[in-house]
């Protein structure tokens, strides 16, 4: 059965993400995205829509003010970067909560609950045969574009203030996000904190020497705190 599904974010890289996860999944289908409520609403009036993708904390109209304006309401699953709402998303009988960063196996599950509200079906078999492993790339907002980043191109991250400079073998990119949240998406195996400042990629490591690092571009030091750690990267990786 095929479930039309629309996305409703003010964040553009959110979306970009739900717009790549539903793509992966062959019986969703996404008809549009919107950056606020309020457009959504109008559109809802109109179109008969199964699913909702819908963020929580958006200006103008919240996603909670929309679900209780709509007379004709879809299935909703909720997608929102505080965990403060999930009381609020069961009372208003939303199908799941999603916190961000969402991890598509995390996206696949709340897929399978909306298929079985709508056919009380098992999607077990189907959703197996959908690869789960993880991209290899991300997107970053930098100035006013989403850019799409290859994790294998990453030399090193490097923090500066409340921004993050991403250098890869091409250019550098500056993102206004934290290390803390760039961890969540970026592959354990092939990165690693070596400093309160930085980030590298493993496989861009020319030479490592006492507290330093070699990269191609740049040579980055390794602090007291996280030699330690490092080491154990290195051995639970079988690079040394």
């Given at each position: 059965m095929e479930i039309k599904?629309?996305?409703?974010?003010?964040?553009?890289?959110?979306?970009?993400?739900?717009?790549?996860?539903?793509?992966?999944?062959?019986?969703?289908?996404?008809?549009?995205?919107?950056?606020?409520?309020?457009?959504?609403?109008?559109?809802?009036?109109?179109?008969?829509?199964?699913?909702?993708?819908?963020?929580?904390?958006?200006?103008?109209?919240?996603?909670?003010?929309?679900?209780k304006v709509l007379k004709n309401r879809p299935l909703v699953v909720f997608t929102t970067?505080?965990?403060?709402?999930?009381?609020?998303?069961?009372?208003?009988?939303?199908?799941?909560?999603?916190?961000?960063?969402?991890?598509?196996?995390?996206?696949?599950?709340?897929?399978?609950?909306?298929?079985d509200r709508l056919n009380g079906g098992n999607l077990n078999t189907l959703l197996t045969s959908i690869p789960t492993k993880p991209n290899d790339y991300f997107f970053v907002k930098t100035g006013f574009k989403i850019q799409?980043?290859?994790?294998?191109d990453i030399q090193y991250i490097e923090g500066q203030g409340d921004y993050l400079k991403i250098v890869?073998?091409?250019?550098?990119?500056?993102?206004?996000?934290?290390?803390?949240?760039?961890?969540?998406?970026?592959?354990?195996?092939?990165f690693v904190r070596v400093h309160k400042s930085y980030v590298v990629g493993i496989d861009h490591v020319h030479s490592i020497e006492r507290n330093r690092i070699t990269t191609a571009s740049e040579i980055i030091p390794v602090s007291e705190t996280y030699r330690l750690p490092f080491s154990q990267f290195l051995k639970d990786n079988g690079l040394v």
């Open positions: 599904c629309i996305a409703v974010d003010d964040e553009p890289l959110a979306l970009k993400i739900i717009e790549d996860y539903v793509a992966r999944i062959p019986f969703l289908k996404l008809q549009t995205t919107f950056s606020n409520a309020l457009d959504s609403l109008e559109f809802l009036k109109d179109n008969s829509i199964d699913l909702v993708f819908l963020d929580i904390q958006m200006e103008g109209l919240t996603g909670v003010q929309l679900l970067a505080y965990d403060s709402y999930a009381l609020q998303g069961f009372e208003l009988d939303v199908v799941d909560f999603l916190l961000k960063p969402i991890a598509f196996e995390r996206f696949l599950s709340a897929v399978e609950r909306v298929h799409k980043v290859n994790f294998t890869t073998i091409h250019e550098k990119i500056m993102t206004l996000q934290s290390f803390k949240e760039l961890s969540e998406t970026l592959p354990s195996s092939k």
